[in-house]
């Protein structure tokens, strides 16, 4: 079965400094891949969806990678900000069926 | 952006009673919703596939008769915890994707529903 895997620890840097959070995937073909934001208590919200025919993407401060040989993506959040801190979420999606990573908590420190 | 209404955002109920969860999207038409769980520091876990008009399609493990699913208009999901009980105490989240949007491969989800069985 495919699996997605997030680093479960949390990731601490220093406000204005680029947080890079990673999303790997085995047994998968995703057509494309998405990045979500979750902060406590909520639903995640949309941030990038980058195409398997794609290698990069960027949105503002953010900036998305995919990899389809190394079945990796990357999220940098440059120039940090405390307001940053939530979890992040990788998706991977084929046809109609969407499956999440369990995400990697940023803290971004003043 | 298109928005998703889930009401309400948290309940508490007895053991044994039915609890239902509405899911609306507020601004466009979704064909397809879905209907997510997650525990702490868990991912999302896919329950079904709301279809407008149709059955659900329910994962694997997913009891139907337990998590029933309504979608009867095209901006309307409902999920009923049947005899909820303490284990079914979870996080619920649905979410829409909007087919007519301009991307259709986004799904926009619903602040979601924080389930106290006891």
């Known amino acids: 079965s495919q699996k997605i895997e997030q680093n479960s620890e949390a990731l601490n840097i220093q406000e204005g400094k680029t947080a890079t959070l990673t999303c790997n995937y085995t047994?998968?073909?995703?057509?494309?891949l998405q990045w979500y934001r979750q902060d406590p208590g909520r639903g995640p919200v949309f941030l990038l969806l980058i195409r398997e025919n794609e290698k990069e993407k960027r949105k503002e401060r953010l900036k998305v990678t995919f990899d389809t040989t190394l079945k990796q993506s990357l999220f940098h959040i440059t120039a940090s900000q405390p307001a940053d801190s939530a979890t992040y979420l990788c998706?991977?999606?084929?046809?109609?069926?969407?499956?999440f990573g369990s995400g990697t908590k940023l803290n971004v420190k003043p | 952006g298109a928005v998703v209404s889930q009401h309400p955002s948290w309940v508490i109920c007895k053991s044994g009673t039915s609890v239902k969860i509405e899911c609306r999207s507020l601004d466009f038409q979704a064909t397809t919703m879905f209907w997510y769980r997650q525990f702490p520091k868990q991912s999302l876990m896919l329950m079904a596939t709301?279809?407008?008009?149709?059955?659900?399609?329910?994962e694997q493990g997913v009891e139907k008769d337990k998590f029933l699913i309504n979608h009867a208009s095209l901006t309307l999901s409902t999920l009923t915890v049947t005899s909820a009980h303490p284990e079914d105490s979870s996080f619920y989240i649905c979410s829409a994707r909007d087919h007519s949007g301009r991307d259709r491969n986004i799904q926009y989800f619903g602040a979601g529903t924080r389930l106290s069985v006891l």
């Open positions: 047994n998968y073909s995703p057509a494309y």
């Open positions: 709301s279809n407008e008009g149709s059955k659900a399609t329910y």
């Open positions: 998706a991977l999606a084929n046809f109609n069926k969407f499956y």
